[in-house]
């Protein structure tokens, strides 16, 4: 059976690691005969499920990524299979288990149906190691490197810990050096790049700077950590963290995220870090020519104007000393403690001014 994977540029980064562990696969704009895989977010949940659903092709069809790991049953009513999870182990057994005719059960991390029309969820798989896989290959696709997975904290809105763990695991510096060679501008992904090395609450800088002095080494390379399709929590901003990146990096900006100017939302969204903590990391940026790109979150379903007023504080703040904001309106996700969660809406004088700033290239972002 031919496989095929369903490529975008939304599911670029997941596919980029998978292609390689799948011999013979094929980017695909639409479905196929054969084994069609997607990967996709909640966002794009209704086109995917509308084209699987309106499919006129003899395929069988798997789905992965953060919004079937999420809503494996929602997804089972329009795929065959679901990968729960992270996917390098997981889908090349259930592809030769589809090929074989081998016992679909036996294949740890899927869900499926029963010949009842029951989902089926089989045992968990434990996480992987990175250094054993691919971050992609060049000849396929080429992504960000990641060098960190899962997350210690327990935000209610992020599927990240839910998907790939509380235990924040790292691919080795020799293993990030050897893929390095692959880019003149290295990028990383990782939910908080700054803690590198550490169990991701207890920042171990020494072991930041071995993997920026090792890279540093590579000649001919531009380093930009701490960035996106990265960022960094407030609270592992310190003079140490700052000087590591402009002594090693190329980049003049940083992302970071603040979510909220108000400490009582941190508090109830489980954030784990405090208003004084983001101010205090944005002015160390600001003292060392380092440019904030900060992340909010509004619409939070216990969030009062009082509490989006404080967040618009802060931006404005932001602005004024030269940095920038991406704000979004909360969305929802399935498998978090907000699955079912009606956000609030947003004030009038929130608009007003990220428009505003928006209009003077301050901020982006879709803020409802």
Same mark, same amino acid.
Not at 64 to 74: L, V
Not at 244 to 252: A, R
């Given at each position: 059976m031919d496989i095929n994977l369903r490529w975008d540029n939304k599911n670029s980064y997941s596919f980029a690691a998978l292609a390689p562990l799948l011999p013979?696969?094929?980017k695909s704009k639409g479905p196929r005969d054969g084994i069609m895989i997607y990967s996709f977010a909640s966002r794009q949940k209704e086109f995917v499920f509308k084209e699987v659903t309106g499919a006129d092709t003899d395929s069988v069809f798997i789905a992965? @990524?953060?919004?079937?790991? @999420?809503?494996?049953?929602?997804t089972l009513r329009h795929f065959d299979y679901v990968v729960v999870g992270e996917g390098e182990?997981?889908?090349p057994e259930?592809?030769?288990a589809i090929i074989t005719g081998e016992d679909i059960s036996e294949v740890k991390g899927i869900a499926y149906r029963d010949n009842k029309g029951s989902a089926v969820f089989t045992a968990c798989r434990e996480p992987v190691d990175l250094d054993k896989y691919p971050c992609f290959d060049p000849g396929i696709a080429m992504?960000?490197?990641e060098i960190s997975r899962g997350c210690p904290f327990r935000c209610k809105y992020c599927q990240t810990p839910r998907i790939f763990g509380g235990k924040l695991r790292h691919r080795s510096i020799d293993s990030i050096a050897e893929w390095a060679k692959y880019f003149k501008d290295m990028r990383f992904t990782s939910s908080n790049a700054l803690a590198y090395g550490s169990d991701g609450i207890h920042p171990r800088f020494d072991r930041v700077e071995k993997l920026l002095s090792k890279l540093r080494s590579i000649q001919g390379k531009n380093i930009y950590f701490g960035t996106f399709p990265s960022e960094v929590r407030p609270e592992f901003i310190t003079k140490e963290s700052i000087g590591?990146?402009?002594?090693?990096?190329?980049?003049?900006r940083l992302n970071l995220g603040a979510q909220s100017g108000s400490e009582d939302v941190l508090r109830d969204i489980l954030r784990g870090h405090t208003v004084e903590d983001t101010y205090r990391g944005i002015e160390l940026c600001f003292d060392s020519g380092i440019i904030p790109v900060v992340d909010f979150i509004v619409g939070f379903p216990d969030e009062t104007e009082d509490d989006q007023n404080k967040s618009l504080e802060m931006i404005e703040w932001i602005c004024r000393k030269g940095g920038t904001v991406h704000a979004h309106y909360l969305t929802p996700l399935p498998g978090t403690p907000y699955e079912n969660a009606v956000p609030s809406p947003v004030n009038d004088s929130f608009k007003r001014v990220l428009g505003k700033l928006a209009m003077e290239g301050k901020a982006t972002?879709?803020?409802g």
């Open positions: 013979g696969a094929q992965g @990524g953060p919004h079937p790991s @999420g809503a494996p049953e929602e182990e997981t889908l259930l592809i030769k992504a960000p490197m590591l990146i402009t002594k090693y990096c190329d980049n003049t972002g879709s803020w």
